[in-house]
């Protein structure tokens, strides 16, 4: 874990009045929407963006991002970031103890909530709500239940711009990968596939916005299949994939890898 000594920040006296919380940060576009939202609200004072990552690739979790652009974003948008490092497919014990011991940390330093940008997968919400509650933690949606559709046009709409880092095989094929979401991408999609990739259709890296103070550069690197083998068990299922539910059955991943452009 890194980024713990950055969260001592000064506070005027009306941030020290509200809500301290932490932002969990996949790099893509549904909590970069959360954070443009949270802002506009001022509701919080978001302490810190938390992502896990995989110790051995060095990548975000499911979103194969590198951590170095994981990093530029961090900067860009001015939030200090903690890094939640987890071993390659971890076991639901693994997971769950190093999720406990980066939240019991954050707690210590004044956190009291903990925010998602989930949509509507009720399971998935109630998991993460039940293992907050442990901790004496909230859990805040400030997306939830919002139509998807008119999310993702909101998200276009506002400036933001997004690339797709990987792609569920069984939703799409390769040519969806490694594309920018504008209308095209979006007139194209399959009509099982929720605008939003909400059901783990597709992941995104979102390189600027109006959260940011300037544009993540990259240049877009090779893109390959990845096959992996079904969880054992639904909590196991639920603990390999941070923000979607898969079906129980052997799968794959079309990835594209996107390479840091430093100036």
């Known amino acids: 874990m890194s980024g713990f000594s950055d969260l001592t920040l000064n506070s005027t006296n009306q941030e020290m009045l509200k809500e301290k919380a932490l932002l969990n940060w996949s790099g893509g576009k549904d909590s970069a929407l959360t954070l443009y939202k949270l802002q506009q609200s001022q509701e919080f004072e978001i302490a810190c963006l938390l992502t896990s990552i995989s110790q051995k690739y060095q990548r975000i979790s499911m979103h194969g991002v590198r951590a170095d652009l994981l990093d530029a974003q961090a900067q860009s948008i001015g939030i200090p970031l903690v890094k939640m490092e987890i071993p390659d497919m971890p076991s639901m014990e693994v997971y769950e103890q190093t999720m406990r011991e980066t939240l019991s940390e954050l707690k210590k330093g004044g956190v009291a909530a903990s925010i998602f940008g989930d949509i509507f997968l009720e399971d998935l919400r109630a998991y993460r709500e039940s293992k907050l509650a442990e901790l004496d933690l909230k859990g805040i949606f400030p997306l939830w239940k919002q139509p998807t559709e008119n999310l993702i046009r909101e998200f276009l709409d506002l400036g933001f711009k997004t690339i797709t880092t990987c792609v569920n095989e069984k939703f799409l094929d390769k040519s969806f990968v490694g594309r920018v979401i504008d209308e095209r991408f979006l007139k194209d999609l399959p009509a099982n596939v929720d605008p939003c990739g909400e059901n783990g259709e597709f992941h995104t890296f979102v390189y600027d916005g109006p959260i940011f103070s300037q544009p993540i550069d990259f240049e877009i690197g090779e893109k390959v299949l990845r096959k ?3 969880p054992k ?14 079906d129980p059955a052997d799968y794959g991943f079309w990835y594209c890898d996107l390479i840091p452009v430093t100036s």
């Open 233 to 246: 068990t639904e909590d196991d299922a639920d603990q390999c994939f941070s923000d979607t539910k898969e």
């Open 228 to 230: 992996y083998e079904a």
